[in-house]
């Protein structure tokens, strides 16, 4: 079952979101070397911050998985009624849970809130890394097709 966020699920969402996103944030400290701590000075922290800026501004735009009354995942996203685009944005499911599915129950949600406020297109983006290779894979069963790669640079000044 998917159900919007509530204030106190807050601390459950952030705890899946960090541990989701802690071997990405370890690949990027890799890839990116010294400057990670100046775009990342916190991560431990950061998804929760993120998601708790994500309610402020769009309260009704996240959604948790439940499955026999325990959160196993978690979703953001956005709506673009000018383009009719929605984009999925932070994303994950619990790493302790043996639920399978969750994501794809998650996106599947997201798609019919895209349809019914007249979204023609849905987007999200991933990292090409192995760390997200999972994310990968879970976006294309749901669908996604068409991808373009993107590179970001970094250099201290």
């Known amino acids: 079952m998917t159900r919007e966020i509530c204030p106190e699920d807050f601390a459950e969402a952030s ?11 370890l690949s990027l400290q890799e890839q990116m070397g010294n400057v990670f701590q100046a775009f990342y000075p916190d991560p431990a922290t950061n998804r929760g911050e993120n998601l708790r800026s994500h309610y402020e501004q769009y309260p009704d735009q996240i959604l948790v998985a439940e499955r ?10 956005l709506l673009d009624s000018k383009r009719r685009i929605g984009t999925i944005c932070m994303n994950a499911a619990d790493q302790h849970t043996d639920e399978k599915g969750v994501g794809q129950e998650m996106y599947a949600a997201v798609f019919e809130r895209f349809r019914t406020a007249g979204m023609k297109y849905a987007q999200v983006s991933t990292g090409g890394d192995s760390a997200h290779a999972a994310a990968r894979r879970a976006y294309e069963r749901a669908g996604f097709q068409n991808s373009t790669l993107s590179v970001n640079y970094y250099r201290e000044l």
């Open 15 to 25: 705890r899946i979101l960090a541990e989701a996103f802690e071997p990405i944030f």
């Open 68 to 77: 026999a009354g325990k959160m196993v995942g978690v979703v953001t996203y």
